[in-house]
């Protein structure tokens, strides 16, 4: 199973908006038949790539391991779970069921009545995490929402006078960048553009510059903006509207069901009301090793009376990147 997430990881942006999966299948005796794994969206699946080469064999005593359950509708191709029925697969084994509505079991279900014994739940926090955003956009019917944040060390945005540009150090800068590589669109507030008018786009690394979401209730933003200007594309979201700002929830499942991941830059008045409204599944803190003694804290959630009322993350992981340390905490699971 490990080796079929491994080879799903390999999809990459180039699968979505379809789950990245990948598939390994293994003889009596522990030999590799055959693997594969889902490499662009509209493309033949792992499970027809893993088999592509086994025509004729018998696969009756064979496993075949896939970190996603076997399709069970006909899409842009075939039902694979017709394909395993169909090749005479002795037993599967399955990282997580399938979370769409028009699959969820019914693959495996398929697989267990024509005499295909099934094994589900191998790896599957793994398997869910790889497709963080799929089980988001199925379950919530929103993106899976990564909140990007840069501050000092004593907890500020940006110091009394002057923008909050550059506060962190140039490898931090180009992690950012990846980030922005890694997500389908990037959200953002009016504060954040009339403040720094930044461009969002991917230039330190490779990939390519995702959309851009500006939330601008009153319409605000002035034409000569760079979001507007610079040829890449963004929306303007200016709704729907709650009377004295904009619904947060209503406004993220309206964006358009390609976008899986988004990433949002703002600054921590919007931020702490995503994190309040319960909308950032992982926090993307970047501390630089400076202190300003005064300016804009990073977050403004209302007071915490208790630390049993403090925000919790689920896992926490830490990195030093360049002088600044990377911490990304978990707030919920897909």
């Not at 005479?88 to 509505?101: A, H, K, R």
């Not at 319409?219 to 009377?243: K, M, N, S, Y």
Request: glycine share 10%; charged share 20%.
């Amino acid at each position: 199973m490990r080796r079929a997430l491994e080879l799903a990881a390999r999809g990459g942006r180039d699968v979505r908006p379809n789950p990245q999966v990948g598939c390994v299948i293994v003889g009596p005796s522990g030999e590799v038949l055959g693997a594969g794994w889902h490499q662009h969206f509209g493309g033949p699946h792992a499970e027809v790539v893993a088999l592509q080469d086994l025509e004729g064999v018998d696969l009756s005593a064979a496993t075949l391991f896939v970190n996603l359950e076997p399709c069970s509708y006909h899409g842009k191709t075939p039902p694979c779970a017709d394909l395993l029925v169909a090749r005479g697969i002795g037993s599967v084994v399955v990282g997580t069921l399938d979370p769409n509505p028009r699959v969820a079991g019914r693959g495996v279900e398929h697989l267990r009545s024509n005499g295909i014994q099934v094994t589900t739940g191998v790896l599957e926090d793994d398997a869910r995490i790889l497709n963080a955003g799929f089980f988001r956009r199925m379950r919530a019917g929103r993106p899976y929402v990564r909140l990007k944040m840069a501050q000092s060390l004593d907890g500020r945005a940006a110091p009394a006078k002057g923008s909050s540009r550059w506060i962190t150090c140039e490898a931090s800068r180009r992690r950012v960048h990846q980030m922005r590589a890694d997500a389908d669109a990037i959200l953002t507030g009016t504060g954040t553009v009339l403040a720094d008018d930044p461009s969002l786009t991917v230039r330190h690394v490779r990939g390519e510059s995702p959309l851009r979401l500006v939330l601008d209730r009153r319409g605000v933003i002035p034409p000569t903006a760079r979001v507007l200007t610079d040829g890449h594309a963004t929306e303007i979201i200016r709704g729907p509207d709650t009377g004295t700002e904009i619904d947060l929830a209503a406004a993220l499942a309206a964006i358009r069901p390609e976008v899986l991941y988004l990433m949002v830059e703002a600054g921590p008045r919007l931020s702490s009301a995503m994190i309040q409204a319960g909308l950032v599944d992982e926090l993307w803190v970047f501390t630089a090793p400076v202190v300003l003694g005064s300016g804009r804290a990073s977050f403004e959630d209302p007071a915490r009376e208790t630390l049993e009322d403090a925000l919790r993350g689920m896992t926490v992981h830490y990195e030093q990147v360049g002088v600044d340390m990377l911490t990304r905490i978990t707030l919920q699971t897909p």
